[in-house]
């Protein structure tokens, strides 16, 4: 425990000596290289905490890696890298009644530490944006994907070594899980926490942190198909948003729809079929699928259906009778993640977006879209379902905050 401690207050020394915004972009780009020319390295250590999870675990996409994956998290280290500098930017500029010289000016959080569960490219996710951010960063990934978190932080050391940096201005933390607290309680050390996975993870920071906190992670997400909506539009969105890659946050989890939508339904869902999606139906949408979806994959809505992130090809199917009772209903299951609906009135597309409560919104989309990357942000820490400090995408911009900087000449106060 005192080794963690004192490698806290390492990170906390380093965080106030950090190198130039130049010199951060230059390491970021030869890290997305070394990630590339190590790709074996990383494949190798990936095999190892796969084999240790079964396939039909939810998880198990999440944790997978391969040579275009790994093509693509290099892609994001390079749009990191490419991005303005978010430090030193004046925020707000006056000169008051004393002639004071008053402005805010962007600065580093100082040390950000990420719990996250079984993605191991949160490891480089977090880095790259810490990095460029000018803060210094204490990771603590999940058991599952160990070995990958190993072998990509060894690369990431690596790095700055090459470039004349301390190794560490990042920590891995033991996998661990009795670690977690000692990271919670450091709240003299690290300045923000931010856990990313599970509604039981965030749960268990929320309830034991010391360290401010902003969650990420669970997406309870929801799709509205209004009286008036595009039916091809409504079968391509459904069909992207729940097989597109239904182990990640931004994946439909309940399609709510009008009663006076319901003879459509068995069109709407019948691409999910193909991916033999499991539908939990509430007992109209049951009725009208029931002879028209696959008996095997149609099953009866339970209310433990409604308000789950599924993470796997399982869908709940939510009938109601007007627009208002959409919005509570989504309103009350929803992560304030992402919610989308599917409708060709202009009215009801406006009182949608005014009244659901989330860090994202879509009118006759798919969800899918919410991702950092997709957003031109680089890449992300994970889509926060809060409303202070930062919403939706968390990505370079919310990993600064701001100093009030007064310039006198020789002012005091009576």
Same mark, same amino acid.
């Given at each position: ?25 230059? #390491? ?19 095999? $190892?905490?796969?084999?240790?999870? !079964? ?16 093509? %693509? &998290? ?13 430090? @030193?930017?004046?925020? !707000?500029?006056? =000169? ?15 040390? #950000? ?45 690596? =790095? ?9 201005? *990042? ?16 709240? $003299? ?7 990313? %996975? ?6 268990? #920071?929320?309830?034991?942190? *010391?360290?401010? &906190?902003? !969650? ?43 009663? /006076?939508?319901?003879? $459509? ?6 691409? *999910? ?29 339970? !209310?433990?259906?409604? %308000? ?32 989308? &609906? ?44 809060? /409303?202070?400090?930062?919403? %939706?995408?968390?990505?370079? $911009?919310?990993?600064? =905050? ?7 000449? @020789?002012?005091?106060?009576?």
């Amino acid at each position: 425990m005192e080794e963690i401690i004192e490698k806290f207050k390492q990170l906390q020394r380093l965080s106030r000596t950090m190198p130039d915004s130049a010199k951060r972009t230059e #390491v970021l780009r030869s890290l997305s290289k070394n990630l590339k020319l190590n790709e074996a390295a990383i494949l190798e250590a990936n095999q $190892k905490d796969l084999e240790k999870m !079964e396939k039909d675990n939810p998880l198990y996409d999440r944790l997978l890696l391969s040579g275009e994956r790994i093509d %693509g &998290i290099c892609g994001d280290v390079e749009s990191v890298a490419s991005l303005e500098d978010p430090n @030193g930017q004046t925020l !707000e500029e006056r =000169t008051l009644p004393n002639g004071l010289h008053l402005k805010r000016v962007s600065v580093p959080l100082g040390v #950000v530490g990420v719990i996250y569960e079984a993605r191991p490219n949160v490891t480089v996710d977090v880095f790259s944006l810490c990095f460029k951010a000018g803060n210094t960063v204490v990771l603590k990934g999940g058991s599952d994907a160990e070995e990958s978190n190993k072998a990509i932080v060894k690369i990431i050391k690596k =790095t700055l070594k090459e470039n004349n940096l301390s190794e560490d201005l *990042l920590y891995l933390m033991s996998a661990d899980r009795k670690y977690v607290e000692v990271m919670l309680k450091a709240d $003299k050390y690290i300045d923000l926490i931010i856990p990313r %996975g599970s509604q039981g993870l965030i749960r268990f #920071v929320k309830e034991n942190s *010391l360290v401010p &906190i902003i !969650e990420t992670g669970a997406g309870i997400v929801h799709t509205y198909i209004d009286e008036d909506f595009n039916l091809d539009w409504a079968r391509e969105i459904i069909f992207n948003a729940k097989t597109q890659r239904p182990s990640v946050c931004n994946a439909l989890d309940c399609l709510v729809i009008s009663e /006076k939508a319901l003879p $459509k339904l068995p069109e709407i869902v019948e691409l *999910l079929a193909k991916k033999e999606v499991i539908i939990y139906a509430d007992a109209q949408s049951h009725a009208a699928l029931e002879g028209k979806y696959p008996a095997t994959l149609l099953e009866k809505a339970e !209310e433990e259906h409604f %308000g789950r992130e599924f993470l796997s090809l399982q869908m709940a199917i939510k009938t109601v009778s007007n627009l208002n009772e959409a919005i509570e209903h989504i309103n009350k299951y929803s992560s304030r993640h992402s919610e989308a &609906i599917i409708s060709n009135n202009a009215a009801s597309q406006a009182s949608f977006i005014k009244e659901v409560d989330a860090g994202v919104i879509y009118t006759n989309a798919s969800t899918c879209f919410t991702d950092g990357g997709i957003f031109g942000l680089g890449a992300e820490i994970g889509i926060s379902t809060q /409303k202070l400090h930062a919403r %939706g995408p968390f990505a370079l $911009k919310a990993l600064t =905050t701001y100093k009030w900087i007064l310039e006198g000449e @020789g002012q005091v106060r009576r």
